[in-house]
T-cell receptor
């Protein structure tokens, strides 16, 4: 039982490049989330998926797209990376209500 | 004004000390409250939920004050392993399924 896994762990991109961050959970959770964490800002929600087939914008969705591929997987895509997207990205999942979330180990992304 | 505010610290305390953190929230309609713990360069993990009547889990006690819109976390008999950042988390309506995180309070327990 791996919990929530994320790939890659580290990534460096040049401005304008695109990439997809992968997230998978093996806990049979319905809801999945993508957050970014910046120094002094706390975690901010980018997108979430309450169930398979649905996605909704969070607090900071601009510049990102998501896909809930199936119940297990929720990916985050940066179409044209910008230096402002340099951050640590966390994926999380929960059974139903949002209170108890399980987080993946994070992806540290640098955009130069 | 941020929706959830915390003193960033750091709080430097000796082993065995009692330490308390507060967190204020701005939305009076907020419904659910939690404390998460985050170790350096790791993912956040749920520490405990906060109930209206207050609740305790071993050395940790959480309190909610709806009138003044704050929650607190008390740690008794601090251990070196308690050193971490403590994140205050709130769920607010309408229909919010996601958490709003404070930026965290850093605790450093000294030997």
């Amino acid at each position: 039982n791996a919990g929530v896994t994320q790939t890659p762990k580290f990534q460096v991109l040049k401005t304008g490049q695109s990439m997809t961050l992968q997230c998978a959970q093996d806990m049979n959770h319905n809801s999945m989330y993508w957050y970014r964490q910046d120094p002094g800002m706390g975690l901010r929600l980018i997108y979430y998926s309450a169930s398979e087939g649905t996605t909704d914008k969070g607090e900071v969705p601009n510049g990102y797209n998501v896909s809930r591929l199936n119940k297990r997987e929720f990916s985050l895509r940066l179409e044209s990376a910008a230096p402002s997207q340099t951050s640590v990205y966390f994926c999380a999942s929960s059974v139903g209500g949002a209170g108890e979330q399980y987080f993946g180990p994070g992806t540290r992304l640098t955009v130069t | 004004r941020k929706e959830v505010e915390q003193d960033p610290g750091p709080f430097n305390v000796p082993e065995g000390a009692t330490v308390a953190f507060n967190c204020t929230y701005s939305n009076s309609a907020s419904q659910s409250f939690f404390w998460y713990r985050q170790d350096c360069r790791k993912e956040p993990k749920l520490l405990m939920s906060v109930y209206s009547s207050g609740n305790e889990d071993g050395r940790f006690t959480a309190q909610l004050n709806r009138a003044s819109q704050y929650i607190s976390l008390l740690i008794r008999d601090s251990k070196l392993s308690d050193s971490a950042t403590y994140l205050c988390v709130v769920i607010s309506p309408p229909g919010r399924r996601a958490l709003t995180f404070g930026s965290g309070t850093r605790l450093q327990v000294q030997p």
